[in-house]
């Protein structure tokens, strides 16, 4: 059942490029240079008129939903809230008819979510729910659905679900993007070109997996992790730290590599193992001067002789040459970057949690799907 893995969750993160290549299967066209997303009870022009969105959901699901903040940003030109599902239902948001809200669960059943999205529903608002359980109470109560085919997912540390969220909020991003004109068929075109490439690029990003092991002996013994990140790879310094501490319960912290000066850069020591998740896309102004600020965070964490692993775009020499440890990812845009800098930071949990004799498809005190509050 576990297909000769140790582990379900070693299986899930293996199954990746699958996943993937199963949300994309059917919705993108390359000839068109469009996406297409199942049908909804969304009219056309609603879609067009949408001024905001605001996205509900709990744990791994909210560090996706923070990536396709900047996807949707980026792509459709619209602002983006998100929100703790448990935050939302117990707050009074604020919403209109022009609100599209999203919800993003695996299972289709976390409590909180499915609160908020009754909540918005009532208030008015078109909804529409990223969901890998068909039938699950979220894909059937949202007046849109976007099904990631990610097959089920049974370790309770979610790895294969997470990446094929943030494929379908890339998805949902060019959808929206179409509908308001802010992408032409070009352009998506080009986009739908990276998001094929990406199955093959997660299958190379999954190389490293014997050289994690290896990198693990060296840290499983520490209390402590930090994680930083900057843009889209901000959340995925977040889903980095959630996987280590849920699976190897050491305490781990994410933040935004920018913030370290305000207050973070106090833990730093020769203990403290600090993941740098800093892909570059070059020839990219913006990306590359996120890039160059990370690349100094970096040196300001070597200074204080913290112990520096960094995710890096593969050829990259620059932040090799100064990090205590380097692990390669496939180059890809920035916006997707994200899928494949995760791949690195669920393996090391992975590695690490074994290493301490834990119990990794079944952490203590945690459930794969929270349906009580
Ligand atoms: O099924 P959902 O996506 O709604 O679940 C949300 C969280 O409970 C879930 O992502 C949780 O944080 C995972 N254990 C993280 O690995």
């Known amino acids: ?133 068909p039938g699950s109470m979220a894909a059937r109560e949202a007046h849109g659905v976007l099904l990631t085919h990610a097959g089920p997912e049974i370790s309770v540390a979610s790895t294969k679900a997470f990446t094929s969220q943030i494929v379908a909020l890339y998805l949902l991003a060019l959808h929206l993007g179409q509908c308001r004109g802010t992408l032409s068929p070009t352009a998506v075109m080009k986009h739908v070109e990276q998001l094929l490439a990406l199955p093959v690029k997660l299958e190379a990003a999954l190389e490293q997996d014997a050289a994690i092991a290896e990198l693990s002996r060296e840290f499983f013994r520490a209390s402590d992790f930090l994680y930083l990140g900057r843009g889209v790879n901000f959340p995925i310094a977040l889903e980095g730290a959630l996987k280590l501490k849920e699976i190897s319960y050491i305490h781990a912290e994410g933040f935004p590599a920018g913030e370290m000066k305000h207050g973070p850069n106090a833990l730093i020591d020769e203990r403290l193992p600090v993941v740098m998740v800093m892909p570059r896309e070059v020839g990219h102004a913006a990306s590359e001067l996120r890039y160059e600020k990370t690349l100094s965070n970096l040196q300001e964490v070597k200074a204080r002789d913290g112990r520096v692993i960094a995710i890096v775009t593969e050829g990259d020499t620059e932040a090799a040459g100064l990090a205590e440890y380097v692990i390669p990812i496939p180059a890809t845009s920035e916006l997707l970057s994200a899928v494949l800098a995760v791949v690195p930071l669920q393996l090391l949990a992975y590695h690490i949690a074994v290493r301490r004799g834990c119990d990794v498809d079944q952490p203590r005190n945690l459930a794969k799907s929270v349906t009580v509050e």
């Not at 379900?8 to 290549?21: C, D, T, V, Y």
């Not at 509900?56 to 396709?68: D, E, F, N």
């Not at 993003?104 to 909180?112: H, L, N, P, Y």
């Open 1 to 133: 059942e576990k297909g000769g893995f140790k582990h379900f969750m070693l299986k899930e993160i293996h199954e990746q490029p699958h996943a993937i290549r199963e949300t994309l299967a059917g919705r993108v066209s390359l000839d068109e240079g469009r996406v297409y997303l199942d049908p909804t009870d969304i009219p056309d022009a609603d879609w067009q008129a949408f001024t905001r969105l605001v996205i509900p959901a709990c744990g791994t699901s909210w560090h996706a939903a923070l990536v396709g903040k900047v996807l949707i940003e980026e792509l459709a030109r619209l602002p983006v809230e998100v929100d703790y599902a448990s935050e939302f239902r117990y707050r009074n948001p604020l919403l209109d008819e022009r609100t599209l809200v999203v919800v993003i669960t695996q299972s289709g059943e976390t409590a909180d979510t499915l609160a908020a999205l009754r909540e918005a529903k009532q208030r008015g608002c078109h909804t529409f729910a990223i969901c890998n359980v």
